[in-house]
């Protein structure tokens, strides 16, 4: 049975003493363990009391679409989709003949 669960991605918890310095955030990201993403459907969460800057959100995208079904940002309730994965075409019957009269 596949896990269609939300997972979120919380930005707050890649900060340094309640903020976000640059080199210590691309560290955490470096070290974190992307694999649990793996086709999965991920959601960003920046909310706080902390700025976010774009650059961030963007960063975390470009490692969350290497693993991820689907990223989206925002609340569940309302969340707005960054990435989808396109599911693999299956091949035409045709296609499959063509294979199958190859062999």
Not at 59 to 87: D, N, S, W
Request: glycine fraction near 6%; proline fraction near 5%; charge should be negative.
């Amino acid at each position: 049975m596949e896990n269609k669960a939300l997972m979120e991605f919380d930005i707050q918890d890649f900060l340094w003493n309640g903020i976000l310095k640059e080199s210590v955030f691309r560290e955490k990201l470096e070290a974190h363990d992307w694999s649990q993403y793996d086709g999965k459907k991920v959601i960003i969460k920046g909310c706080g009391s902390t700025p976010i800057p774009t650059w961030a959100y963007m960063v975390v995208t470009g490692y969350l679409v290497q693993h991820a079904q689907k990223v989206m940002y925002g609340e569940a309730c309302a969340a707005v989709p960054i990435f989808k994965r396109e599911k693999p075409a299956e091949p035409s019957a045709e296609q499959s003949l063509q294979v199958e009269s190859r062999s």
